[in-house]
């Protein structure tokens, strides 16, 4: 198994991406062991020709049936509808489950990973639409950036541990609330994850701030204008962060890129340049460590969303996968 998914990935970007652990994770994962389905073929050499495995899901909010599906084809073996016949039995099996569930319809959803517009037409043909897109971007360090153009009143500076982080989190919250993939985390989980790690450089992790006024509640006197004591008055100044870049270098598979781990602008400093700010502090400061590439992950519903800000910025797409729905009616008949 770990030899097709290496020799499909090979196939596709030169490079293995799914090794024998992921498959087993997946596996364990898999309700029952005989939702993996193996495609032999015994006049080829290896005899293993396709993969395909089915896991089904109920969604406890609201009852949803969600079958996922993945699979693989062997390139020597394409084009002898292999692909089809997985397809067709994971439409079957939504149709049986959305039975067995008593509801009127299961989503079926498929990835395609490291695809290309030939498999993208494969699954467009058969009524997928695509509903995500999980992107990895690079950039070679080979010159030197352009500088940061900040916006006025805007400053960058690096994380100062034991006293920035849950401002760093409140700021990644407020950033992604409103996209659709994000998951609420944790303080103490992000803290952990970012950074927990024994591999912290904190003058990698970038926040740009502004001065936010502090104002007091609370007066000893009555105002002399209009009688009231509701008067505020400014006391002090802090400082707010409107966005941040989470950076170590290193990237999975690549030692030698610098990786952006988030890269987050707070709603109303949007489109101000913080975003192509931040990124070039960091590739700056990637280039100055002896990285020669920066590298990033995207994870979008919208092709041209985020992704237009890092194309602008240099740079590609590497590597991409598409995750696809198709809503499949319980009582709708057989495709052949």
């Known amino acids: 198994m770990a030899a097709l998914y290496a020799t499909c990935s090979l196939a596709r970007i030169g490079a293995v991406t799914v090794r024998r652990g992921d498959l087993e994770a997946r596996w364990s994962q898999l309700a029952h062991l005989t939702d993996a389905r193996l495609v032999e073929d015994p006049r080829a050499m290896p005899r293993l020709v396709a993969y395909g495995d089915l896991d089904v899901e109920v969604d406890p909010c609201d009852g949803e049936v969600i079958v996922t599906s993945d699979g693989r084809v062997h390139p020597a073996h394409t084009g ?62 080979h010159a030197a950036p352009p500088a940061p153009a900040w916006p006025s009143g805007v400053r960058c500076r690096a994380l100062v541990p034991g006293e920035d982080e849950e401002r760093v989190w409140q700021a990644h919250q407020r950033a992604f609330a409103a996209v659709p993939t994000h998951l609420p985390i944790r303080l103490e989980d992000y803290v952990a994850d970012r950074f927990g790690r024994g591999d912290l450089d904190p003058q990698l992790v970038l926040l740009a701030e502004v001065d936010e006024v502090e104002e007091a509640t609370k007066v000893d006197e009555v105002d002399e204008v209009d009688g009231s004591t509701d008067v505020r008055r400014p006391v002090g100044q802090s400082r707010a962060i409107v966005g941040l870049a989470v950076c170590r270098a290193g990237s999975p598979g690549a030692a030698h ?40 992950d995207v994870d979008d519903v919208d092709l041209e969303g985020a992704v237009g800000l890092y194309r602008r910025a240099g740079m590609r797409v590497v590597r991409r996968t598409d995750v696809l729905e198709r809503r499949i009616g319980a009582d709708a008949p057989a495709r052949r």
């Open 80 to 141: 002898r509808g292999i692909g089809r016949f997985l397809v067709e039995q994971a439409i079957d099996r939504a149709r049986r489950e959305a039975r067995a569930h008593r509801r009127p319809s299961a989503l079926l959803t498929a990835t395609v990973v490291d695809g290309d517009d030939e498999a993208r037409g494969f699954f467009a043909r058969r009524e997928f639409q695509p509903v995500r897109h999980l992107l990895t971007l690079r950039l070679d360090l």
């Open 257 to 296: 890129d610098g990786l952006v781990r988030d890269l987050a602008v707070v709603p109303g400093w949007r489109r101000r340049g913080v975003g192509m700010a931040l990124l070039r502090t960091a590739f700056a400061a990637f280039r100055a460590r002896g990285l020669t590439g920066a590298a990033l």
